[in-house]
Structure formats: structure tokens, C-alpha cells
């Protein structure tokens, strides 16, 4: 190695030691040896810092993931980790207990007295004033009623015209009762059930055996159910100084269709229609909608004055 291949500086650092004079009258063979030696010590040192480096590298410094950090800095976590998820409400945070139930709320009331005594077996009598209360709270076993109505035909004695009875006021048509269809619909439209879903809980927890089709057929009358109030929404909806309209894919009975959304402050409204045309947003809002509508700017709101889109 030359004194020219050394980087700068080492040269300097090597001559530092020894006065002008000692180090002209030493041999130019010795120099360039001490020259290299140094050359050879600052890269090696250059080395050692590159490695501590690595050494120290962690995932909190660095991109490196958890599973690649050392033995030290794992043990070093597991120790910090330990005062971490302590049972309990967090410093600052109101505290939470679950109130007891009113007595005469809860289905049964079971006294228990202590028959004798825990430190000398002497037998035991009388009330505590104060018990302490413990309440459990149980799901009763599920299984859906089932009641039969039977409709008598009678003949006239003086026409001899059979007559069936009607069914009584308020019992349904169909083979389910409306709690049913209701929980039905709850299940697909509120909790996003699938069908087969939806049929399996009200089997497995109700003890309710329904087809695939039964659960699109309540599903529908369901919604036939609710038609006044949603029709209520929407004129809520369509009076409302701003609203947010957009629509997206659908499908419906295996065709292509749109799912619209019109929504105000304290009221959404949903439509599902075979068309992304501008007919089914003024269905939603109608031509005399008078507020600020925000979208997209998709064209089936272009029959809407600019001043208002």
C-alpha cells in the first residue's frame, strides 16, 4: 500500500507521535508499514461500529421485525411487557360494575343459610338483614311454540252451505308468526347472516327447521311490513336542507342491479333498483327537492341545478 492509497488523514495521525526530524530519519520502508498498520486499524475499527450497530438494531429502531430482534432485546420485552394488560380499569378511566337486577325483576329468589357453624359446628338460625346478593343471569332454553288452529266446516241445516271458520284476529296466514319472520330479516339485514346462516342459528337455537326459500320469502314480507315507516323516512329524507346520495352493484334474484343510499342527518334511506338512471334518484328525492345533494357528480344527478350538486 502507498501513502497515496491510504485515506486522508492517516498519514497525519501516524506522524503525530514522532517529531519532524524522527520521522524523516526513519526508513521509508518502516513508514509505509506503519502507514498501512494504520490504515488497516481504522478500517477494523470502522468494522466493530458497523457490527455494535447491528448489534443494537431492533424492531423499535429499525424495519426489522420482531422475530429477528436478539435474546437481550426479547428478554428486555417480556420484562417491560410484564407491568402491560393488568386487569382492570386504566388510570383516568371511570370505573365499570354491573348493577344488580331490581328483586322483583329477577325470575326466583333462592334463600341460602349457613346450617352450622364454620369454626365450631354449633347449629345456626335466624336472618341476615343484609345478605350478600348474588344474581346469575341464564338464557332459558330455546324452542320455538308451535300453535295449531283448527278451522271447522259446519253445515247449514237450512241451505246445507258448508262454512269454515275464519282464522281468529291477528293470527298470520303463513306457517310463521311475526316475532319469527322478524328475527328472520334481523338476522340477513342487520347481522349480514347468509341464508344458509340464517337457516342453520334458527335450527340450532330456536329449533326451527326452514328451507333457503322460506328465509327469502320472510325476508320480503318483512319488508312489506316496514313499507310505511321507510316510506315515512323518505319523506323525511326528501326535506332535509342537505343530503348524501350515491348508489352501488347489486345483485337481485341473480340480475344485475343497484343498491341506492340517500342520506341525511338522523335518517338513511336505501333503495334497490334495476337501474343507475337519474328516474331512481328523483324517486329518492323527487323533482321538487329543494336542498343541497352531495355525490359524486355521476350524470344521474345532472337534472339537479348546479347551485344544488
Given at each position: 500500500?502507498?501513502?497515496?492509497?491510504?485515506?486522508?488523514?492517516?498519514?497525519?495521525?501516524?506522524?503525530?507521535?514522532?517529531?519532524?526530524?524522527?520521522?524523516?530519519?526513519?526508513?521509508?520502508?518502516?513508514?509505509?508499514?506503519?502507514?498501512?498498520?494504520?490504515?488497516?486499524?481504522?478500517?477494523?475499527?470502522?468494522?466493530?461500529?458497523?457490527?455494535?450497530?447491528?448489534?443494537?438494531?431492533?424492531?423499535?429502531?429499525?424495519?426489522?421485525?420482531?422475530?429477528?430482534?436478539?435474546?437481550?432485546?426479547?428478554?428486555?420485552?417480556?420484562?417491560?411487557?410484564?407491568?402491560?394488560?393488568?386487569?382492570?380499569?386504566?388510570?383516568?378511566?371511570?370505573?365499570?360494575?354491573?348493577?344488580?337486577?331490581?328483586?322483583?325483576?329477577?325470575?326466583?329468589?333462592?334463600?341460602?343459610?349457613?346450617?352450622?357453624?364454620?369454626?365450631?359446628?354449633?347449629?345456626?338460625?335466624?336472618?341476615?338483614?343484609?345478605?350478600?346478593?348474588?344474581?346469575?343471569?341464564?338464557?332459558?332454553?330455546?324452542?320455538?311454540?308451535?300453535?295449531?288452529?283448527?278451522?271447522?266446516?259446519?253445515?247449514?241445516?237450512?241451505?246445507?252451505?258448508?262454512?269454515?271458520?275464519?282464522?281468529?284476529?291477528?293470527?298470520?296466514?303463513?306457517?310463521?308468526?311475526?316475532?319469527l319472520q322478524a328475527m328472520v330479516a334481523l338476522l340477513a339485514g342487520r347481522y349480514h347472516l347468509s341464508k344458509r346462516d340464517s337457516?342453520?342459528?334458527?335450527?340450532?337455537?330456536?329449533?326451527?327447521?326452514?328451507?333457503?326459500?322460506?328465509?327469502?320469502?320472510?325476508?320480503?314480507?318483512?319488508?312489506?311490513?316496514?313499507?310505511?315507516?321507510?316510506?315515512?323516512?323518505?319523506?323525511?329524507?326528501?326535506?332535509?336542507?342537505?343530503?348524501?346520495?350515491?348508489?352501488?352493484?347489486?345483485?337481485?334474484?341473480?340480475?344485475?342491479?343497484?343498491?341506492?343510499?340517500?342520506?341525511?342527518?338522523?335518517?338513511?334511506?336505501?333503495?334497490?333498483?334495476?337501474?343507475?338512471?337519474?328516474?331512481?334518484?328523483?324517486?329518492?328525492?323527487?323533482?321538487?327537492?329543494?336542498?343541497?345533494?352531495?355525490?359524486?357528480?355521476?350524470?344521474?344527478?345532472?337534472?339537479?341545478?348546479?347551485?344544488?350538486?
Amino acid at each position: 500500500m502507498t501513502i497515496n492509497e491510504l485515506p486522508q488523514g492517516i498519514e497525519k495521525e501516524a506522524t503525530e507521535p514522532f517529531t519532524a526530524e524522527e520521522w524523516a530519519q526513519t526508513p521509508k520502508k518502516v513508514q509505509n508499514f506503519a502507514l498501512s498498520l494504520m490504515a488497516r486499524v481504522e478500517a477494523l475499527e470502522a468494522e466493530v461500529a458497523d457490527l455494535r450497530e447491528q448489534l443494537q438494531r431492533n424492531s423499535h429502531n429499525s424495519s426489522q421485525p420482531p422475530s429477528q430482534d436478539g435474546e437481550a432485546e426479547k428478554a428486555n420485552k417480556r420484562k417491560t411487557d410484564k407491568g402491560k394488560g393488568k386487569r382492570g380499569a386504566r388510570y383516568g378511566h371511570s370505573q365499570y360494575r354491573r348493577r344488580l337486577v331490581p328483586v322483583e325483576q329477577v325470575r326466583e329468589v333462592i334463600v341460602v343459610k349457613p346450617s352450622r357453624c364454620q369454626q365450631c359446628g354449633q347449629n345456626l338460625s335466624g336472618e341476615d338483614r343484609k345478605p350478600r346478593r348474588h344474581q346469575v343471569t341464564e338464557l332459558p332454553p330455546f324452542k320455538a311454540e308451535t300453535t295449531e288452529y283448527q278451522l271447522h266446516s259446519l253445515s247449514c241445516p237450512a241451505c246445507q252451505r258448508r262454512s269454515r271458520a275464519p282464522l281468529p284476529e291477528g293470527v298470520p296466514k303463513g306457517a310463521f308468526g311475526p316475532r319469527l319472520q322478524a328475527m328472520v330479516a334481523l338476522l340477513a339485514g342487520r347481522y349480514h347472516l347468509s341464508k344458509r346462516d340464517s337457516r342453520e342459528l334458527m335450527r340450532d337455537f330456536f329449533k326451527v327447521n326452514i328451507c333457503l326459500g322460506t328465509v327469502s320469502r320472510l325476508e320480503k314480507r318483512c319488508s312489506s311490513a316496514i313499507a310505511g315507516p321507510v316510506e315515512d323516512a323518505k319523506v323525511y329524507v326528501q326535506q332535509q336542507a342537505a343530503c348524501h346520495l350515491d348508489e352501488t352493484g347489486w345483485r337481485e334474484l341473480n340480475q344485475r342491479a343497484w343498491l341506492w343510499v340517500a342520506a341525511s342527518k338522523r335518517v338513511t334511506v336505501f333503495l334497490i333498483q334495476p337501474s343507475r338512471g337519474g328516474k331512481v334518484a328523483k324517486q329518492l328525492l323527487t323533482e321538487g327537492f329543494r336542498g343541497i345533494v352531495h355525490s359524486d357528480r355521476w350524470s344521474a344527478y345532472n337534472w339537479l341545478p348546479v347551485a344544488q350538486r
